[in-house]
């Protein structure tokens, strides 16, 4: 295990630290201390490495990552793995504003709560959240899965286009286009999937959620659907 | 993009270094807003007087034999403390009209910062820690406080455009956001009675939870009147003689994380400013709902 201590060596050498790790490297799992609500922590990883945050971080942990698995032992703050591509990031604590937001791939899962606009323009990211998100959450959402184990906020999948939203608890309203739509067998599966890699198959089951996802109607501009936009 | 920070204390213990807490949580929030940085400060307000805190951009000069030409103006005791551009005025409290139009005549160019009788307002341009250290900061002891660090958006990089702004007995209010329709509302505040020193939407804000208290509401109901009045992003902090009031627009854009222990309440616009609280690692961390109103009294 290398234990890189941010507050002694700076942001700056542990992202060219992490950048400069590749396919071939035996140095695969990584523990970065004193975090202290640190900016852009882990950013721009691109090797098959496992990293442990331990503390709490600030705004854009684990962005833009590929292939490593970031763990966050605290919570994280805005954009937390904003346009990952691959690999995974888990949060054990709660996430702030725009969780995930525009990822194209891997997995977030988030253990507590995560705020307004989690996975918006998402766009082939998977999010599975064990607690509740805020308001405008998946807004403009493209294309992946997100799996909310707790309830929803105002205007859900507002604009959304392909994204799968999975609500287990209440959704407090739908945003415009959003609509819930039925559980198919293929729909169980995905989920129980997700429920299993998001470390969440102990605490719910497939069958408690209900999908919601795009009506369709404002991919194509319609005179006659002007008011819904 | 601006930061906020605010600290109400439960423990009476930790009142002696409430400056020292709150200087390094702004100096903390330096880079959300290098432009101007003040403070809020609320302590002693048993002792029968009241504070004026006002400024100057010469203080030498205007501040010389303020107290004594005061003293001679209203034939009542007072009581002047002088840090760098600010001081503090202490009076008995009947005798707060009095002052304020003694100090139009003696020193028409002094600003009023703030009146009341545990408030005392500090605010500058410049960086952070250089407003900590003008007005010495970390010495200073009292029951709950607010700060900001401005990234000037809405008006011109001045002393009276700095936040916090007071524009009532007690009352403070700092903001990290910008409102859309403050003009209008400013206009509605002046023909009300009100009168603005800057071209702030910030003052606009204050004025507004002023006007609404002076109308009979109380300070939750006021915030409350300002979610469908103040048009814009904001997450307000608040102070009162005893309290100290969080909300955020219903968009929720600008940042903003709380923490509670049994030893306080503090807010941040993000955590970092709240990482050197005592105990901060088992608090009660979270991050406020839009449109809704947080409040906490002594």
């Not at chain 1, 999948?157 to 609500?167: I, K, M, N, P, T």
């Given at each position: 295990?290398?234990?890189?201590?941010?507050?002694?060596?700076?942001?700056?050498?542990?992202?060219?630290?992490?950048?400069?790790?590749?396919?071939?490297?035996?140095?695969?799992?990584?523990?970065?201390?004193?975090?202290?609500?640190?900016?852009?922590?882990?950013?721009?990883?691109?090797?098959?490495?496992?990293?442990?945050?331990?503390?709490?971080?600030?705004?854009?942990?684990?962005?833009?990552?590929?292939?490593?698995?970031?763990?966050?032992?605290?919570?994280?703050?805005?954009?937390v793995a904003e346009n990952m591509m691959s690999g995974a990031v888990f949060v054990e604590g709660d996430a702030s504003q725009y969780a995930g937001a525009t990822g194209r791939g891997g997995l977030l899962v988030?253990?507590?709560?995560?705020?307004?606009?989690?996975?918006?323009?998402?766009?082939?990211?998977?999010?599975?959240?064990?607690?509740?998100?805020?308001?405008?959450?998946?807004?403009?959402?493209?294309?992946?899965?997100?799996?909310?184990?707790?309830?929803?906020?105002?205007?859900?999948?507002?604009?959304?286009?392909?994204?799968?939203?999975?609500?287990?608890?209440?959704?407090?309203?739908?945003?415009?286009?959003?609509?819930?739509?039925?559980?198919?067998?293929?729909?169980?599966?995905?989920?129980?999937?997700?429920?299993?890699r998001g470390e969440a198959d102990a605490k719910a089951k497939p069958e408690e959620f209900r999908r919601y996802g795009s009506a369709r109607k404002l991919y194509n501009f319609n005179i006659d659907n002007a008011d819904a936009y | 993009m601006c930061g906020i920070v605010g600290l109400f204390l439960k423990d009476k213990s930790l009142e002696p270094k409430l400056g020292e807490m709150l200087a390094d949580m702004l100096v903390t929030m330096t880079d959300r807003g290098p432009d101007s940085a003040g403070i809020a400060i609320y302590g002693g307000a048993d002792d029968g007087l009241t504070k004026i805190t006002v400024q100057s951009s010469n203080p030498k000069k205007d501040f010389a034999t303020l107290d004594e030409d005061l003293k001679e103006a209203i034939g009542k005791p007072v009581a002047m403390m002088v840090k760098s551009t600010h001081a503090v005025i202490e009076l008995p409290t009947d005798q707060v009209d009095a002052a304020r139009s003694a100090l139009s005549h003696l020193r028409p160019d002094v600003k009023i910062m703030s009146v009341g009788d545990a408030l005392e307002?500090?605010?500058?341009?410049?960086?952070?820690?250089?407003?900590?250290?003008?007005?010495?900061?970390?010495?200073?002891?009292?029951?709950?406080?607010?700060g900001h660090t401005r990234m000037a958006t809405e008006s011109?990089?001045?002393?009276?455009?700095?936040?916090?702004?007071?524009?009532?007995?007690?009352?403070?209010?700092?903001?990290?956001?910008?409102l859309s329709n403050h003009n209008g509302l400013r206009r509605e505040l002046i023909r009300l009675g009100t009168t603005f020193e800057t071209q702030n939407d910030t003052e606009v804000a204050a004025a507004y939870v002023s006007q609404k208290l002076k109308e009979g509401q109380n300070l939750g109901e006021a915030l409350e009147s300002g979610l469908d009045d103040l048009d814009g992003f904001y997450t307000f902090v608040v102070g009162t003689k005893d309290g100290f009031g969080v909300v955020r627009d219903p968009i929720a854009c600008k940042p903003a994380v709380m923490a509670e222990t049994d030893q306080y309440v503090a807010f941040g616009s993000e955590y970092r400013a709240l990482v050197n609280l005592p105990g901060i690692e088992t608090a009660r961390v979270w991050e406020p709902e839009p449109a809704t109103v947080y409040f906490w009294n002594h």
């Open positions: 295990m290398q234990t890189f201590d941010l507050a002694a060596r700076g942001l700056r050498e542990l992202n060219q630290t992490l950048h400069g790790v590749n396919g071939n490297t035996n140095q695969t799992a990584w523990e970065i201390i004193n975090t202290r609500g640190s900016h852009a922590i882990a950013v721009g990883v691109d090797a098959p490495i496992d990293i442990t945050v331990n503390g709490t971080t600030g705004y854009y942990c684990a962005g833009m990552n590929k292939q490593a698995t970031i763990r966050v032992n605290g919570s994280a703050g805005p954009g988030i253990k507590g709560n995560a705020s307004s606009r989690c996975g918006i323009s998402m766009k082939g990211i998977d999010i599975v959240v064990h607690g509740n998100i805020g308001h405008m959450s998946a807004f403009m959402a493209q294309s992946g899965n997100l799996v909310v184990l707790g309830d929803a906020g105002d205007a859900l999948g507002d604009s959304l286009y392909e994204a799968r939203l999975f609500v287990r608890g209440n959704v407090k309203s739908l945003g415009a286009d959003c609509i819930e739509k039925e559980m198919r067998p293929e729909h169980l599966e995905l989920l129980e999937d997700l429920l299993r | 307002i500090y605010k500058e341009v410049g960086l952070p820690k250089d407003v900590a250290h003008r007005f010495d900061l970390s010495k200073m002891k009292g029951t709950h406080g607010i011109a990089v001045t002393t009276l455009g700095a936040h916090p702004f007071s524009t009532g007995p007690d009352q403070c209010l700092v903001h990290n956001g910008s």
